[in-house]
């Protein structure tokens, strides 16, 4: 038993507003091993574990699974606190947080950072009699690993359920007993008592723990953090007891924040506050390019991607930003962290044929003529332009983390992204490079560089085999049985010098995305069968007991037969008693006792046999809190034919009265709808799934597709004040014009948003150019139509070529601009209009992006036709008329001349008398005009102007007699035949 000398001093004190300022600061609890230790020897440990005093009626009730464990806690911490006496309350209050605060970071030690705990935690916090076999019957491992199963039980939320092995998850209880408790961390500000900030801290911490834990994020889990951010910020940022946080502080809060956001997926907000957290420790860094060489047999030096950064202090030992100076017992603790700080995980060599160990960068490097920078700003900062790449500064722990912290976010966002990645290395290469001050630290940057080199042929070996070390670190430190009993590692055990001490491990553990011991092996089985190392996983999942995952492992080969049988067995009882296990099938009735991730290997059961009946069964097994139950459900209904929209709908609805924050079931259920033409409700659906994802670009098309089915407005009626004047009171007021109009710009809105996340998807580009064209003058965005038709052009021109034209947009835009626009011929006829306006857009789409396209469209052609005339340019409309003239003819030639269609002959007739009529006798006796010069008119200087076509009743009658005579053989007496000898009679005359 550990003496009080090794327990805090701030251990009775807490809750006393008497005390000192740093008692109020955010992040006040960090406690030694000897000090955890101690803490969970106390005799009120004792008391809330219900070691001290025996309940036998409420132990067998846990026992049993009647009574969860963590009911159970907080049935004896309500004893204690009715117990107590008023003048004790705050010691009392401030014991049980420090318990609380202490089996969480004892957990977090025990799973996640090492090293192994100094003691058993069963043997320390569980009561005798808890793990007694029934009837008082002798203590063994199965009793024990039959307890912590109902402790894991009771630990599901929303029917989403723990790792069933959870080590030392009696810690976790403990903690979430006493940090959830509304005596100890109030959920609303008690003006009775002081409650320091580190309360909320604390409870935040466990519940974010907790859905880390779970297979799925909760929204009930979800609220409780966000509302424990939100009082925390306005405390910290909002309120007078900002002045009692430091500018260190601040940042942790800020570098907290952030990873909840990433975790839950809020991207945009956790880069928001990687931001602010920069400011406060005074961080500067930029992602830019340095010339250097990135394989063995590059001769030349090329852009690489870089990140440059520096701390404030210079060198990574401190940050002189920090507003509040720090005490001797600080310092002292700073220079024992920097003693630590010499251990570090192994970095694995790359051991690449081709590839460099690391960038070596060009030495000697203009700044001003070399560098390339990512970002938009157009120039470094002097710090950070100073530096050489190669040899930079080590950095500020907080610092590293706000680097590795970008990584995540980026990688969060679009993990599959080949640029993505390429930007996002760098952040990780910095810290390791730089090599971080804190071990824990520099572990995850391994972390998250394996996780990138997982997509690269040349690095795939180097990133597998670095989160193999990471996983037999974790194994080697985490596991608190004996030497002989450890599990084997596939890579030798960590030396000494790639150790470090809890405290350092733990310094910084709530600010990074960490990972728990098993899902780092989940990882490690995943990225195992990525390349194609399926019997490695197999074995991982197997020794883990993660029985769903290795049913999806042999479902996703093929071996579903395999999987039926694994998952039917953590579920059924044998088919008959006398079968042995290598030839059942498990077709026996439901255990008695079902484990705790029963629904979900209900629905994997589901999708392996294509029954819903598994779907119903999991939600019942849930109590109807398991969402994934409804989603397959629905999923079944969409399959059927037809499909039973309604059925699927009612399901949709159902998971997400469970889980409110599912991207894909707000997109689902809204795409449901639109089919059922439910488009105001799909509005809702879909404007839910782009708040919860902003970047889904196919939630913002469907969004539009949805407001612009919406009906229009209807007319407002003002409201009659009473301050009406006696002669106005029968005077009816003028209901307000509605703008009819609304839901289609607020659809253009959307799919610009769409275009902007989605650029190289030409149906949104489609979306966008009929909803454009779609509203009517003069309300008309001739912008966005321009706009639109040249990226459509950009991504299916090379394929598709003039199909990829839409001809009445572009007739709407040509009138637009014939109409509506005055040619100046006094100016040039290549620049008549200021670049970017609206008439100078049209005509570069016309003369860019639209001509070059057009082969067989006579339509097109007459177009162009038609903007040349306006622009004078005769000869150039004559010619397009010409080409109409032959696209038609070269269209219609086997319809109109071999098959006898009509149709396709009178086509070519009005062809050819259009190209005579209105192309020959129209432009052919006009002056040409001059190419680039300004066009004369007769009379002036320059000589007698010369014709278009002075030939053009030769050509006319040219036109005329090849059409006849092909027509003759099929059409002879013809109304068509009639009026070619009628337009023949016409231009017969002269030359």
Known sequence: MATSTHLPASLDVLYDDSSSSILSRYD??????????????????????????????TQERVKNGEVSYIDFLIENIDAILCAVDAADASRTRSQLLHIGVAALFAFIQSNVTGPPLPFRSSDLLIAESLKEEGNGGPITPQSLQALRETMVRGLTVDGEAVYKLTPNVELFCIAKAILNHPAVVPFHTNKEFYFPLVCWTSRLRVNFLHQKMLSENTTTLQSLIYADLDFLDDKIFKSDSASAQTGEERARFLLERATINTHHGLDAKARADLGRAADETGFQYALTGKLGKRTKFQNRDISQLVVLAKSADGDGAGATKFTQTETAAELNESEEAAGAAN????????????????????????????????????????????????????????????????????????????????????????????????????????????????????????????????????????????????????????????????????????????????????????????????????????????????????????????????????????????????????????????????????????????DPAMYERAWTVSNQRYARAQRSIARHYLSTKPPSLEKAEEAYRKSLDINRLN???????????????????????????????????????????????????????????????????????????????????????????????????????????????????????FRDIVYAQKRIIELRGPKQGEKAVDINVLTALVNVLTSEHDFDVSNSANAPFRPGTLPALILNLLDQDINPLITHSAPLWLLVAKVEAWRNRPSRALLAHEKAWRATVASCTQGAFQMGDEKKWMEVVEATERVVRQGYAVYGPMDKEKEGDAITEEGDEGGEAELVAKDWRFKSRSAVRSVQGKGREFWEGSEGLKRLKELAGEVSGGN
């Open 343 to 610: 251990t570090k995980p192994k970095n694995l060599d790359l051991n690449d044929d081709t590839l460099l160990e690391a960038i070596s960068f060009k030495k000697n490097e203009s700044v001003e003529e070399k560098l390339m920078t990512v970002q938009d700003h157009s120039c470094l900062p002097p710090a950070l332009a100073a530096l050489d790449p190669s040899e930079q500064p080590k950095l500020n722990a907080l610092d590293s983390i706000i680097l590795l912290s970008i990584a995540s976010a980026i990688t969060n966002t679009s993990p599959q992204h080949g640029l993505t990645r390429e930007e996002t290395l760098p952040y990780a290469t910095r810290v390791i490079d730089g090599g971080s001050s804190n071990w824990q630290v520099y572990s995850q940057a391994l972390l998250v560089r394996s996780k990138i080199e997982g997509y690269r042929t040349r690095t795939v070996e180097r990133g597998l085999l670095q989160l193999q070390a990471l996983v037999d670190q974790v194994i080697a430190d985490t596991s608190s049985e004996p030497a002989a009993n450890q599990a084997t590692t596939f890579l030798p055990r960590p030396q000494a010098s790639e150790s470090a001490p809890a405290s350092d491990r733990l310094e910084y553990i709530w600010l990074l995305s960490f990972s728990t011991r098993w899902d780092l092996e989940t990882e490690l089985a995943s990225r195992w069968i990525s390349l194609g190392g399926l019997r490695s996983a197999l074995d991982i999942y197997e020794r883990l007991q993660l029985w769903a995952e290795a049913a999806l492992c042999y479902a996703a080969t093929d071996r579903e037969d395999e999987a039926r049988i694994m998952v039917r067995k953590q579920l059924f009882n044998r088919t008959a008693p006398d079968s042995t296990e290598e030839n059942d099938t498990f077709e026996g009735p439901e255990l008695a006792q079902l484990p705790a991730d029963a629904p979900r290997l209900f629905c994997i059961l589901g999708d392996i046999d294509k």
């Open 663 to 781: 991207h894909g079931a707000w997109f689902a259920l809204g795409c449901v709808q639109l089919e059922l033409e439910k488009y105001s409700d799909a509005v809702d659906s879909f404007t839910r799934s782009v708040q919860l994802e902003e970047t889904d670009a196919e939630a913002w098309s469907n969004l539009a597709a949805a407001l612009v089915n919406l009906p229009p407005p209807t007319a407002v009626k003002p409201t009659i004040t009473s301050a009406v004047a006696d002669d106005e009171e029968e005077s009816t007021p003028a209901p307000q014009t509605p703008d009819l109009y609304k839901h289609k710009r607020e659809a253009l809105a959307a799919l610009h948003r769409a275009a902007k996340y989605k650029h190289t998807d030409h149906r949104i580009w489609d979306n966008l150019l009929t909803v454009a064209a779609s509203i009517p003058p003069p309300d008309t965005p």
């Open 28 to 57: 006040a609890l960090h406690f030694s091993d000897e000090e955890c230790r101690s803490i969970l020897h106390l005799p009120l440990t004792q008391r809330v574990c219900g070691r001290a005093e025996q309940s036998p009626d």
